[in-house]
């Protein structure tokens, strides 16, 4: 198993996202081109986890699409699945430039 979050983007739309748990974990959403550009979590504050996480992004312009990984570990995956990122594209995602906490690096291979 990778680090990688590879699977396939789903298209963002209520029906699709009511097939979604209501568990805690990971999301990315993309544009219209399959580029990440927010990386989020379900965390114990969100009602209905991942569901009611991306049902907030349903009328958001430039998104398109989303993928989901079910984890108890969110914050730290999500810290992980930025540093990925950020080692591939030397910066953010575009909707996670105000990122409130420090970062660490990441090598992959």
């Known amino acids: 198993m990778g680090?990688?979050?590879?699977?396939?983007?789903?298209?963002?739309?209520?029906d699709v996202i009511k097939t979604v748990q209501a568990q805690l974990g990971?999301?990315?959403?993309a544009n219209e081109s399959g580029e990440v550009c927010y990386?989020?979590?379900?965390?114990?504050?969100?009602?209905?986890?991942?569901r009611g996480?991306?049902?907030q992004h349903l009328e958001d312009p430039g998104v398109s699409g989303f993928r989901?990984?079910?984890?108890?570990?969110?914050?730290?995956?999500?810290?992980e699945?930025?540093?990925?990122?950020?080692a591939d594209h030397g910066e953010l995602p575009v909707r996670?430039?105000?990122?409130?906490?420090?970062?660490?690096r990441l090598s992959p291979a």
């Open 26 to 29: 990971v999301y990315q959403l």
């Open 81 to 86: 699945l930025l540093m990925l990122y950020q």
């Open 68 to 79: 989901v990984e079910v984890t108890t570990a969110y914050h730290t995956r999500r810290q």
């Open 3 to 14: 680090i990688r979050l590879d699977k396939p983007f789903l298209p963002l739309r209520e």
């Open 39 to 50: 990386i989020g979590c379900a965390d114990a504050r969100s009602l209905f986890g991942l």
């Open 53 to 55: 996480e991306l049902e």
């Open 96 to 104: 996670n430039k105000d990122y409130p906490f420090q970062l660490g």
